[in-house]
Every structure is written in C-alpha cells, then in structure tokens.
C-alpha cells in the first residue's frame, strides 16, 4: 500500500511499509499515463519488498478457522 504525497518537486507515492518512494516526474508521458506507472511501480515495490500480504488484505475469518481446525 502506498499514499499520494507531495512536495516542492512534484507529486510522489511513498509506501506505508517503507520509506521508498515512486515519484510521478521520473516516469515518461509516452509510456502512458505517469501516475498509473508509477502506481503499478509501486504494487510491484510493495509485492517484492513486503510479500503479497501487504498487497492483499488477510481474511481474519479465514485465519481464525484454519487454525482452529486440529
Ligand atoms: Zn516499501
């Protein structure tokens, strides 16, 4: 997970996990939109650095039952 953040030198996303960051201005308009890949950079960041449970939400129910089961 990330949040928009911005400062004097443009707008940027920082991830709430860490202190890496994805800044809009790095990325070029002719590869489309500069958010979105910046975005996705940042989904792929999060999904290396941190696991694929910081990308998708644990399901409490689902851990409550799994592990009540023996
Ligand atoms: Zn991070």
Redo the contacts with the bound molecule.
């Keep these: 997970m ?1 949040k928009i953040s911005k400062d004097p030198n443009g707008t940027f996303l920082q ?6 960051i994805e800044r809009i201005d790095s990325f070029m308009e002719d590869q489309g939109n500069r958010r979105t890949q910046a975005a996705r950079a ?1 989904q792929i ?2 999904r290396e ?2 696991g694929p449970a ?1 990308v998708l939400q644990p399901i409490p129910k689902a851990a409550m039952l799994s592990s009540g089961r023996d």
């Design positions: 990330y991830c709430h996990d860490c202190s890496h940042m960041h999060s650095k941190h910081s």
